[in-house]
């Protein structure tokens, strides 16, 4: 399922990741009740239906909303995903259409995490 440069692998993932990078911000797009049952450490949650209003808000109501710093436009590692890869890649192509040009889908979502990670 993956595609060009906007879709990341499991082992891209797991890269960044252990490169506890501070730029790196993992948005989950799934629903609460999807979260509750289990969500990649780290990551926040924005569902895809929010995900434009999200990233609009002023950084300092972004901060005071999800916790973290609001990715700059050019963040180079803004990653979404969602269960099996589908509403990521929606989110993916909200983020780029408001101009995050290196936004990326995890395109085996927490489906493929959960069964890699053993969860």
């Known amino acids: ?8 692998s499991y082992s891209d993932l797991k890269a960044l990741l252990a490169k506890s990078n501070k730029g790196l911000l993992v ?9 509750d049952r289990g969500h990649i450490p780290g ?13 609009a808000l ?4 972004f901060q005071a909303k999800y916790g973290v710093p609001k990715p700059p436009l050019d963040a180079p590692e803004l990653v979404f995903h969602c269960q099996m890869g589908r509403r990521g890649g ?3 192509d ?7 040009q290196k936004a990326v889908n995890y395109a085996g979502g ?3 995490w959960s069964e890699k990670e053993g969860k």
């Not at 399922?1 to 990341?8: C, E, H, R, V, W």
């Not at 948005?27 to 979260?35: A, L, Q």
């Not at 002023?58 to 109501?61: C, K």
């Not at 909200?94 to 995050?100: E, I, P, T, V």
């Open 1 to 8: 399922m993956a595609n060009s440069d906007k879709d990341i």
């Open 27 to 35: 948005v989950d797009v799934r629903t609460k009740e999807e979260v």
């Open 43 to 55: 990551s926040i949650h924005i569902p895809v239906d929010t995900v434009e209003s999200a990233l």
């Open 58 to 61: 002023d950084p300092a109501e």
């Open 90 to 92: 929606v989110a993916t």
């Open 94 to 100: 909200k983020a780029r259409g408001l101009g995050f």
């Open 110 to 112: 927490y489906q493929e």
